[in-house]
């Protein structure tokens, strides 16, 4: 963005003195009789299920517009592969291409699996903190938005992320980023991700009730964070997470 433009949109922002714009009733219309209040949303990856298909991030790209060309990503999955020599390999699984997954001899992995990412929604977000506009917000429900009206495309809270979450839309100049599908979940709908996954490795729900399938997941199972000591209260959690994975 140039440098005028950038300045422009700032000044015309910081004069606005509006917390949201139209953007947020625009884009993320939720349904009539939603509650905001009554729900707090998480997610729980098993990875024991993940098979490493790419099936959710080519959902993600097909339900939200992400940009094919450069290849971005709302959602992908990351394929660790740990040595006997205690080498840890780390790739990216490209949907759109076959893979070899015989990279290393047979007798050379000790244990391999995939990865499921994505924004993490923390509880404390620092690309909240860092927006100089507002334009990066959590909203009642727990979902970390980015709204485009009021973004200048400073890249802070690209910066800021932690998980490697965001990135600059090519075409719209604004910050993107996982929404958990938020114009599907306020209508009752699950994240195209959960939907499509078809060995269920990604459970979505309310992580205030305890009967939902998020609840459930989380009394079964022992659950870990990414980057714990960041302090970020991620409400993405996992089940058999590797001690390798970063």
């Not at 050379?108 to 860092?130: A, G, H, T, W, Y």
């Not at 090519?170 to 306020?186: L, N, S």
């Not at 939902?212 to 199972?221: A, E, Q, V």
Request: charged share 30%.
């Amino acid at each position: 963005m140039e440098r005028r433009r950038f300045l422009s949109k700032f000044i015309s922002i910081a004069a606005s003195g509006t917390v949201l714009s139209g953007f947020f009733k625009r884009t993320f219309a939720r349904s009539p009789d939603y509650d905001p209040k009554g729900h707090y949303y998480g997610m729980g990856i098993q990875i024991d299920k993940c098979i490493g298909c790419g099936k959710c991030v080519e959902a993600c790209k097909a339900e939200n517009d992400v940009p094919k060309e450069p290849f971005f990503f709302r959602t992908w999955i990351e394929r660790y592969v740990i040595k006997r020599d205690g080498e840890v390999t780390v790739q990216n699984i490209d949907p759109r291409i076959e893979q070899s997954k015989e990279v290393f001899s047979e007798g050379d992995i000790l244990r391999s699996f995939f990865v499921p990412k994505l924004c993490n929604q923390c509880e404390k977000p620092p690309c909240v903190q860092v927006c100089p506009v507002g334009a990066t917000f959590k909203t009642e429900d727990g979902v970390i938005l980015v709204d485009d009206d009021r973004c200048i495309g400073c890249r802070y809270c690209i910066q800021a992320c932690p998980y490697g979450a965001r990135y600059l839309h090519p075409e719209k100049e604004t910050a993107d980023k996982c929404t958990f599908c938020y114009h599907r979940i306020t209508k009752g709908m699950l994240p195209a991700c959960v939907e499509v996954c078809p060995t269920q490795a990604r459970i979505f729900g309310d992580v205030k009730s305890n009967a939902s399938p998020l609840g459930r997941f989380k009394r079964m199972n022992k659950l870990h964070v990414l980057k714990p000591s960041l302090n970020t209260e991620p409400k993405v959690s996992y089940s058999g997470l590797d001690g390798e994975v970063r």
